[in-house]
């Protein structure tokens, strides 16, 4: 939609008009009773806040000791588990020496006589 | 002009100490200034009470950092700024969410209004609706050209003290405040012909 000239210029004041709208917002005093009211206010802040912390140390004190206990018992679990856990290597062992003896080089061993095979 | 030791920065010994005089003198000091500040953000005495008084909170659960402030003054206004700015943010979101927001009441207006515009109470109205308007186009900016702008709309605020709330130059200050209102003469102006065409499209049906 085209816009006459008298729109245009219509449109261009309420712009500027509403752009100076905060020009004569007044000066403001705060009241008398701002001071009551702030000081009230900072008081039941400072209750919020110290009963949330209150309610953080009842919580550590009770669970911290028992929390301490539980990692002690579950350290003690892991290094139990995991000596349990151990392979049994004398067999391995016996494996081991007994393929040394069969193939390690030395007089003797039918394994090492070159020229036979 | 904020780095000389001021009976502002005075404070920060005895804040820092929690005394509660010192902090007292302060509020006392600077009420006027940041309910006014805020003021110019929210448009409403009783919300821009509010938002001093949760300045002054903040400022006192904040009392350690006051030790590294240099500049007490720019920092409690810009909280103050923060403060308005979230308010602002919180009531389009209700407004979003179908909550009935406080009805536009004539009182507010002429509360704190002179006396010629109280005594034609359609301008009075008209106004505060061009205020609301105007601070739906501000919610378009980028933050810091909204709160140049509006900042540079409060008389007792100089454009050094603008600069320090947003820890920027002066330059850059008057750059934003200049972009700031090219812009929202683009929003408006915009709006204003939407407007009209819809009213126009309303006649005709």
């Not at chain 2, 402030?69 to 969410?97: C, E, H, P, T």
Request: proline share 4%; charged share 30%.
């Amino acid at each position: 939609m085209s816009i006459d000239n008298d729109e245009k210029k219509h449109f261009e004041d309420e712009v500027l008009r509403t752009m100076a709208s905060l020009d004569d917002l007044p000066h403001l005093e705060a009241g008398p009773d701002f001071h009551i009211r702030l000081n009230q206010r900072l008081a039941q802040f400072e209750t919020t806040q110290r009963k949330s912390v209150t309610s953080l140390t009842w919580w550590a004190r009770r669970l911290g000791p028992a929390f301490l206990i539980a990692m002690i018992g579950a350290n003690f679990a892991t290094i139990y588990l995991a000596v349990k856990a151990r392979p049994d290597t004398s067999y391995r062992d016996q494996c081991l020496t007994s393929i040394a003896d069969q193939y390690c080089p030395s007089a003797g061993n039918p394994f090492w006589e070159i020229g036979d095979r | 002009m904020f780095q000389e030791k001021t009976p502002y920065n005075d404070y920060s010994e005895g804040i820092g100490g929690k005394s509660s005089l010192a902090f007292r003198q302060l509020v006392e000091s600077q009420k006027n200034k940041v309910l006014n500040i805020c003021y110019r953000f929210v448009h409403n005495k009783e919300d821009a009470e509010d938002m001093a008084q949760e300045t002054f909170i903040e400022v006192h659960r904040s009392l350690a950092e006051l030790r590294n402030q240099s500049d007490l003054s720019a920092w409690i206004y810009r909280i103050a700024v923060s403060k308005s700015l979230n308010f602002i943010r919180m009531q389009k979101r209700q407004k979003r969410g179908g909550k009935m927001g406080k009805p536009i009441s004539l009182d507010d207006e002429i509360e704190g209004v002179s006396a010629p515009a109280a005594t034609n109470p359609d301008e009075a109205l008209a106004q505060k609706e061009r205020r609301r308007i105007l601070q739906e186009a501000l919610g378009t900016l980028p933050k810091n050209q909204q709160i140049a702008f509006v900042l540079s709309k409060y008389d007792g605020m100089s454009y050094e003290e603008i600069a320090a709330v947003l820890q920027a130059s002066l330059p850059a200050v008057e750059s934003l405040i200049h972009r700031a209102k090219i812009n929202l003469q683009k929003e408006l102006y915009g709006f204003y012909h939407k407007k009209s065409n819809k009213e126009k499209r309303t006649k005709d049906l």
